[in-house]
């Protein structure tokens, strides 16, 4: 799978990305189902 996204073949729709000390904020956002694409915590 890593070598699709790479090549450009699949792309992974990130939604948004929030460092790991905003870990309240992205279950909050998972809550209210309104995302599209995936959610990223970044240590």
């Not at 939604?15 to 599209?36: C, D, F, I, S």
């Amino acid at each position: 799978m890593a070598a699709l996204i790479a090549d450009g073949h699949l792309e992974v729709p990130i939604a948004n990305v929030y460092p790991l000390t905003q870990v309240g904020q992205t279950y909050t956002e998972l809550e209210r189902r309104h995302t599209h694409g995936k959610i990223v915590l970044r240590p």
